[in-house]
């Protein structure tokens, strides 16, 4: 803001991590997505004003926002138990499952995670994902080596792609994304009942109250379905 020193106090910056489409990406150099159209509209809604985008590797986003330096995280990030003792999340905006995707070449076709054993398997650092595959995989069906974690799920994708992993474990709606552009497609779903919301620091309740005030302001006026008809055809 305009505000002078202490002003920052009016403000959210926020922070994403690009390459997880249709929520986040890079497209001619520019950040776009869900996340990026939803979070713009709900902070025009408060009396904040918008600074703009950080870009981060997913697992540097929950320390961005605990060392101040964004306040609002807004990556698809699904709210859980583990990341809800550093840090604080908005009412939920967004439901999802975990997808399995493997080469549409047809090759390969698990059908359950057993399907899956001996084979090298990627996900992005940090997620849900990789937490389906530390959890129900590796000293499992696959072994540590096995895993392959990527800063990026673009990468991830492109090593399924070139045939270094066979399946890549990644949410739903930006598996069927990548499955619509590129060779990949959805073996199965693995069922998390994953919800979104935004990120927050633990001791900013005016964040968060106006978020939440917001968030149920534009799903009231038609923005949110707006949205969701323009990034996931819905
Ligand atoms: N929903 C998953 C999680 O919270 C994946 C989010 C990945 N987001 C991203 N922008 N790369 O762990």
Redesign the pocket.
């Given at each position: 803001g305009s505000g002078g020193d202490g002003g920052s106090e009016q403000t959210i910056t926020a922070g994403?991590?690009?390459?997880?489409p249709p929520?986040?990406m890079k497209e001619g150099g520019e950040l776009v997505g869900f996340?990026i159209d939803l979070l713009e509209a709900v902070v025009e809604q408060t009396d904040y004003s918008f600074e703009g985008w950080e870009e981060f590797e997913?697992d540097s986003?929950i320390p961005a926002l605990t060392n101040n330096n964004i306040d609002v995280i807004a990556?698809?990030?699904?709210i859980?138990e583990k990341?809800d003792d550093t840090i604080d999340f908005s009412d939920p905006y967004y439901s999802?499952d975990q997808a399995i995707v493997v080469r549409a070449d047809g090759d390969f076709a698990p059908e359950s995670l057993s399907d899956l054993a001996d084979r090298p398997i990627g996900a992005?650092k940090?997620?849900?994902?990789?937490?389906v595959v530390q959890d129900e995989l590796v000293g499992q069906e696959i072994t540590e080596s096995q895993y392959n974690a990527y800063d990026?799920?673009v990468l991830a994708i492109q090593d399924l792609e070139n045939g270094n992993v066979d399946a890549v474990v990644?949410?739903v709606p930006?598996a069927n994304t990548f499955a619509a552009n590129r060779p990949v497609e959805v073996a199965f779903v693995y069922e998390t009942g994953?919800k979104?919301g935004f990120g927050v620091r633990t001791d900013d309740d005016a964040r968060q109250e106006a978020l939440n005030a917001g968030l149920s302001t534009v799903r009231e006026d038609g923005t949110y379905e707006e949205l969701t008809q323009k990034w996931f055809g819905e």
């Open positions: 994403t991590a690009p390459g997880f929520f986040e996340d997913f986003l990556a698809g990030m699904t859980n990341r999802s992005q940090g997620t849900t994902g990789e937490g990026n799920y990644i949410d930006v994953e979104f």
